[in-house]
């Protein structure tokens, strides 16, 4: 009874701080402050197709870092917990089931298409929706999708650190040229802007793109490695 009673009066306490915000909301019908400033002159300061691209990672770069960091610490600590509640040894099995023939198949032919259209997203985040967060998930699904077709597949812990640490490092390195070279964090004009429109454009984006692609990729895969490590019994 105490228990619902305290659920009640959260809700109640959230309920109070929440209505005066939606009974004052009013839809705005034109864009205002940097807003407007984006959609005018983001085309012609960033050099992106995509705007929400040249939002993402020009204008609000540090956000981005912040993101990257984020998720960082959020593959750390995954992996600190589930080396901490090891209780297996060497000879422990693995828990999963031996997999189909329909998901060793199908894996076969869609893990390839799955990198494949990861690298496409992040590659070109600067022309069309996406960019390194979604290709970068998009990579991740891929692995995880080979490891429930092959249980006993082992990911080289390694090789994933190494994959995270130079794209991160490339990364924050980019965004201090930037400083140095240009007008402030991850500022694009580092490298020549090319022919609106096209691959080659947006200066140091689809760079910047990769380098983020890679580094959310090798978390989320280390995070599913680390998961599937951890289903072991003794």
Do not use: W
């Amino acid at each position: 009874m105490l228990r619902n009673s305290l659920i009640l009066l959260v809700l109640l306490g959230f309920a109070a701080a929440i209505f005066p915000l939606l009974h004052s909301y009013e839809a705005k019908d034109a864009l205002t402050g940097v807003a407007e400033h984006y959609a005018n002159y983001g085309k012609e300061e960033v050099g992106a197709a995509n705007l929400v691209s040249a939002v993402v990672v020009t204008y609000r770069g540090f956000d981005t870092l912040g993101e990257v960091t984020i998720l960082f610490l959020a593959s750390a600590v995954i992996g600190l917990f589930l080396k901490a509640s090891e209780t297996y040894t060497k000879d422990s099995r693995s828990v999963f089931f031996k997999s189909t023939e329909i998901l060793v198949t199908a894996s076969r032919l869609l893990v390839p298409m799955i990198l494949l259209l990861g690298v496409y997203i992040f590659i070109n985040g600067h022309l069309t929706p996406g960019g390194g967060f979604q290709g970068g998930a998009v990579i991740a699904s891929a692995f995880a999708l080979l490891l429930l077709s092959r249980p006993q597949k082992h990911f080289s812990h390694k090789v994933i650190s190494v994959v995270e640490s130079i794209s991160g490092i490339s990364f924050v390195f980019i965004g201090l040229l930037g400083v140095l070279l240009a007008g402030g964090f991850l500022d694009n004009h580092i490298l020549a802007m090319g022919k609106f429109g096209t691959l080659l454009s947006a200066g140091a984006i689809p760079i910047i793109y990769i380098l983020i692609g890679l580094k959310v990729g090798s978390e989320l895969t280390g995070i599913v490695r680390n998961l599937k490590e951890s289903q072991k019994e003794g």
